[in-house]
């Protein structure tokens, strides 16, 4: 349920270990590519993308892709 605090923490890991291996599971891919596709967009929201970008916005806003920062979507999309 805290999408955005475990990305956060494993940026913070990434730069106080720059060689550690960080590995993508379904839902991370899922993830980097609802970004661009609509299709896949709809799948991952179906299991759990809803709850990953609440994450984004504690204070209930509406919710949006938009609300997910660069920072999160490059580690995601580096591979």
């Not at 896949?40 to 299991?47: F, Q, T």
């Amino acid at each position: 349920p805290d999408t955005k605090g475990v990305l956060d923490r494993l940026l913070a890991l990434r730069a106080a270990h720059p060689h550690a291996v960080f590995l993508r599971g379904n839902h991370e891919v899922m993830m980097a590519r609802a970004r661009h596709d609509r299709a896949e967009r709809r799948d991952w929201l179906s299991v759990g993308g809803d709850q990953a970008i609440a994450s984004y916005c504690p204070d209930r806003r509406p919710v949006s892709l938009s609300l997910i920062p660069e920072a999160h979507w490059e580690f995601l999309e580096a591979g």
